[in-house]
């Protein structure tokens, strides 16, 4: 596969500009003036040894999808079928004229990310924040510290049921009375997690009368 550089538009008589239609005080307008898209024209072009083949895809279309892909929160489908839908993706994936069909097929995103890999990922962050310096919305002091919202991640973190709390509670007096050389006449070690757990399949199936009595016997 080879890269093929895309070629100057020339006007045409028969297709309107995309310049011509949107509003150029648009976010993704000024955004797409702010970024250095030359700079993936150049680097990744060293993804594509081969000069033989079919043409790859234009290197800004596709750091602009993969842009408007993580700022929109979209598949690869989403994001193909958004740019046909909205003349201001095209314009900012550096389309010049208005056209109803898709540029490439989502599967092509995939094999993109593959080509490039992370370091052309970290291009597509490091060009991002540039531009947000040039436009005044990021500053050095915002730089020294990153923010990260984990309200949604997952955490190893279980609920402290009753079940878990008498079961905590039980397998530390009997690690207290071991250091202290008290001998236990039993330690339910095998009889408690066995209760444990039909706790939780009692109360999963509803069946709380058993629930209750599981429970009693576990805390005594």
């Given at each position: ?10 006007d045409?008589l ?33 993804f594509f ?10 290197p800004?279309?596709v750091?602009?999808?993969m842009?408007?892909?993580?700022a929109?929160?979209l598949s ?8 046909v839908?909205?003349p ?9 004229f ?10 092509s995103?995939v094999r ?9 990922v970290e291009?597509?962050l ?12 990021v500053?050095e ?21 009753d ?25 339910y ?9 039909q ?8 069946q ?9 016997r576990?805390?005594?």
């Amino acid at each position: 596969m080879k890269l093929r550089l895309r070629p100057e538009e020339q006007d045409d008589l028969l297709r309107p500009r995309l310049v011509d239609m949107i509003d150029m005080r648009h976010e993704l307008v000024k955004l797409a003036e702010l970024i250095d898209w030359e700079f993936f024209e150049t680097e990744w072009a060293g993804f594509f040894p081969s000069s033989k083949g079919r043409p790859a895809s234009s290197p800004r279309l596709v750091a602009g999808l993969m842009y408007l892909q993580h700022a929109y929160r979209l598949s690869d489908e989403a994001a193909i079928a958004r740019w046909v839908d909205s003349p201001y993706f095209r314009h900012f994936t550096g389309e010049t004229f208005f056209q109803h069909r898709p540029p490439i097929d989502p599967s092509s995103l995939v094999r993109w990310r593959k080509r490039i890999g992370e370091e052309g990922v970290e291009w597509l962050l490091t060009k991002t924040i540039e531009a947000g310096r040039k436009s005044g919305a990021v500053d050095e002091r915002s730089l020294s510290r990153v923010a990260v919202d984990t309200t949604f991640m997952e955490k190893n973190i279980a609920h402290p049921t009753d079940t878990r709390l008498y079961e905590k509670a039980r397998r530390r007096l009997v690690a207290l009375a071991v250091e202290a050389g008290i001998e236990l006449r039993q330690t339910y070690n095998r009889l408690a997690p066995r209760l444990a757990a039909q706790v939780g399949r009692y109360a999963h199936a509803r069946q709380f009368r058993r629930m209750r009595k599981a429970l009693r016997r576990l805390k005594g």
